[in-house]
């Protein structure tokens, strides 16, 4: 049998390990799918005295400009967590820490995520490349941040935060256990909204999707769970001055707890002007707002994840891609950017009035996986969607860097730019043509891969002779 499929809601995930048990007759443990192997692991990165020397206080990321919120407390502690499926044919490895956003690069020293890469490719002997290694940030406003836009970090929680993401990661690696793999969805985009109303850009991408794991033998017994969903980490406001991951955290706890299983990672899709309807599900404090919104998300989870659909095939495989684009904000000039962040100003980084980043397709069998090195419009997934052959497509957002908004189609720029300064998509944001850039080059990486991929020749013209290759050793930074 081709796929096996649930098609009840289910309240209660007591009975969603029951529907599992039901799947056992349809599963295809013996056949392409059979083959693969999952672990799961978290680690706390919450900050202490000894990671952000002296107090363990830190500057929250997001909202205003500069060093205007500085931590007094922790509401709920926050973790990098880490999900591993390996085969025959290879590994992918995602990861997600609840801060603000990371770069791939940093000025200070070794502390970005193609770092972070490099060093579990070393822990794990080559057995994960680290073009194999995806991480992202849940760009939680009430986290560390890790951009230095809003008061920065000391090195040591910066190193810290590099380890611990490294070791949640090898961590998983050494956990793995024969699986069964399943991805289920649901629509969610009654709790999020659109900061634009104007075509294109009104149009959300409100699929909340789930890569579930079970045991090979026991499909009754979950591994681990990667939830995927668009709406920002914005659900505590301004004012809240306690460190948090937001909505993920309270969601990953959740399930965590109710499956018994030692990490659910959620990694955040494209979020680019797209944030969560505060008010769908009430609370007059932004502490009962959270745990209203993370309930709405949540139960959103256990019907996605009733639901399963069998993942075809265990073939593996992942194309990383540099990718070089001019700066062009109007309102910002590149040196005056340059100053404000923490990001690494060496080249590949940056050579005169160009951003160097990276951007990863993958796949696990039939599903799809893309990168989006920051805060992508939902634009970009839904042409991957449309134009990549595949039974299902993941987005993974602020993932192995975070270069801001990522806006997408171009033609939608217009009334972004207009909207500044009060609302800051085009304030951090390289140029109105970046968003169409990273979608092309995650295109192209879908050709490499073997898909089946329906060209957009004309929006993609611009980029089609770049050169993939990442220069030299760029996780030096």
């Known amino acids: 049998m081709r796929k096996a499929q649930v098609t009840h809601s289910y309240s209660s995930i007591a009975t969603l390990i029951g529907s599992l048990a039901l799947l056992a007759a349809c599963s295809n443990a013996d056949g392409p799918s059979g083959n693969l192997q999952v672990g799961a692991a978290r680690r706390d990165i919450t900050p202490t005295p000894e990671t952000a020397p002296p107090h363990g206080q830190v500057y929250l990321g997001g909202y205003g400009l500069g060093p205007e919120r500085l931590s007094t407390g922790v509401l709920a502690p926050i973790y990098v967590r880490a999900f591993v499926v390996s085969s025959p044919s290879g590994t992918l490895a995602f990861a997600q820490n609840e801060t603000q956003g990371t770069f791939a690069a940093y000025k200070n020293g070794p502390y970005g995520l193609l770092d972070v890469a490099r060093a579990v490719e070393e822990a794990t002997g080559g057995a994960i490349p680290r073009s194999h290694v995806i991480v992202g940030s849940d760009h939680s406003h009430a986290g560390p941040d890790t951009t230095g836009v809003w008061g920065g970090l000391p090195d040591s929680y910066l190193a810290h935060l590099r380890d611990q993401t490294v070791g949640a990661i090898v961590d998983a690696w050494e956990a793995r256990a024969p699986a069964q793999l399943w991805t289920g969805s649901v629509d969610a985009t009654d709790l999020i909204r659109s900061q634009f109303d104007l075509p294109p850009n009104d149009t959300l991408d409100g699929e909340l999707r789930v890569l579930l794991a079970t045991a090979k033998d026991d499909n009754a017994q979950p591994l681990a769970v990667l939830i995927n969903y668009s709406a920002h980490a914005t659900v505590m406001g301004s004012g809240n001055t306690l460190i948090s991951g937001d909505w993920p955290s309270v969601v990953s706890a959740g399930i965590e707890t109710e499956l018994g299983i030692e990490a659910a990672v959620v990694m955040m899709a494209d979020i680019g002007r797209t944030q969560p309807d505060r008010g769908s599900g009430g609370g007059s404090t932004d502490i009962e707002r959270l745990?209203?919104?993370?309930?709405?998300?949540?139960?959103?989870?256990?019907?996605?994840?009733?639901?399963?659909?069998?993942?075809?095939?265990?073939?593996?495989?992942?194309?990383?891609?540099?990718?070089?684009?001019?700066?062009?904000?109007?309102?910002?000039?590149?040196?005056?950017?340059?100053?404000?962040?923490?990001?690494?100003?060496?080249?590949?980084?940056?050579?005169?009035?160009?951003?160097?980043?990276?951007?990863?397709?993958?796949?696990?069998?039939?599903?799809?996986?893309?990168?989006?090195?920051?805060?992508?419009?939902?634009?970009?997934?839904?042409?991957?969607?449309?134009?990549?052959?595949?039974?299902?497509?993941?987005?993974?957002?602020?993932?192995?860097?975070?270069?801001?908004?990522?806006?997408?189609?171009?033609?939608?720029?217009?009334?972004?730019?207009?909207?500044?300064?009060?609302?800051?998509?085009?304030?951090?944001?390289?140029?109105?043509?970046?968003?169409?850039?990273?979608?092309?080059?995650?295109?192209?990486?879908?050709?490499?891969?073997?898909?089946?991929?329906?060209?957009?020749?004309?929006?993609?013209?611009?980029?089609?002779?770049?050169?993939?290759?990442?220069?030299?050793?760029?996780?030096?930074?």
């Not at 160009?354 to 893309?370: C, E, W």
């Not at 908004?405 to 217009?414: A, C, H, R, V």
């Open 291 to 477: 745990e209203s919104y993370g309930g709405l998300v949540l139960e959103r989870v256990r019907t996605a994840l009733s639901q399963p659909v069998e993942v075809q095939g265990d073939e593996i495989a992942a194309d990383q891609r540099f990718l070089r684009h001019t700066y062009g904000n109007p309102l910002f000039p590149i040196d005056l950017l340059g100053s404000l962040i923490s990001r690494s100003a060496a080249p590949p980084w940056r050579e005169g009035d160009s951003i160097g980043t990276v951007i990863s397709a993958g796949h696990i069998g039939d599903v799809f996986f893309a990168t989006l090195p920051g805060e992508g419009y939902p634009a970009i997934q839904l042409a991957l969607e449309e134009r990549v052959v595949a039974e299902h497509h993941f987005v993974f957002g602020v993932a192995n860097d975070q270069l801001g908004y990522l806006i997408s189609p171009e033609e939608g720029y217009p009334e972004v730019l207009a909207a500044a300064p009060g609302n800051d998509n085009a304030i951090f944001n390289v140029s109105s043509s970046i968003g169409d850039h990273v979608e092309c080059s995650l295109l192209a990486a879908a050709t490499t891969l073997g898909f089946e991929v329906k060209p957009d020749t004309a929006r993609c013209a611009p980029w089609a002779d770049e050169d993939p290759r990442l220069p030299g050793d760029a996780a030096d930074g």
